[in-house]
């Protein structure tokens, strides 16, 4: 997942409160461009863990790339059409529900993020509605009713 700063966290950063030096590190490489998993890596040896990242999410300094999500949907809606033999009914739904679920994950932040990876490997219909369950319950039911449509038909 690639993650932007917002205003606050940019704010933040300028007035020097609230960051650790090693969330302050790992803050300054969220470009919109770079990876959790890439900012971690770069970030090894400071000893930046996720849960400073979950953090940083949480006090709404980073948020997710919209273009981060977009791609993932796109990237992975290519590759089950070109995989998927299966009825048309059942592609439909999952086109409409994929799209959906990436992103009622991906605006979940760090706190969703084996969530998200979950949506982003599911290759059909029956592996997004097992994941229904766990989305709604991240999400809240008001927030899931349109995937159920989408995937319930």
């Given amino acids: 997942m690639i993650y932007a700063k917002t205003e606050t966290g940019q704010q933040s950063l300028k007035d020097r409160s609230l960051l650790s030096p090693r969330q302050r590190s790992a803050f ?21 863990t996720s849960e400073e990242l979950v953090q940083l999410v949480e006090l709404g300094f980073l948020t997710p790339s919209q273009q981060s ?34 992103q009622l994950t991906g605006a979940l932040g760090l706190r969703g993020f084996r969530l998200n990876l979950a949506v982003e490997g599911a290759v059909d219909v029956d592996a997004l509605l097992a994941l229904l369950p766990k989305i709604r319950e991240a999400v809240g039911a008001d927030k899931c009713s349109e995937l159920e449509q989408a995937l319930k038909g």
């Fill in 28 to 48: 300054i490489l969220f470009d919109g461009k770079r990876s959790v998993s890439q900012v971690l890596g770069a970030t090894a040896g400071l000893g930046v």
């Fill in 69 to 102: 999500v977009d791609k993932a949907a796109a990237a992975n809606a290519a590759a089950v059409v070109a995989r998927q033999e299966d009825s048309d009914a059942s592609n439909d739904r999952y086109k409409k529900a994929y799209p959906i679920a990436a």
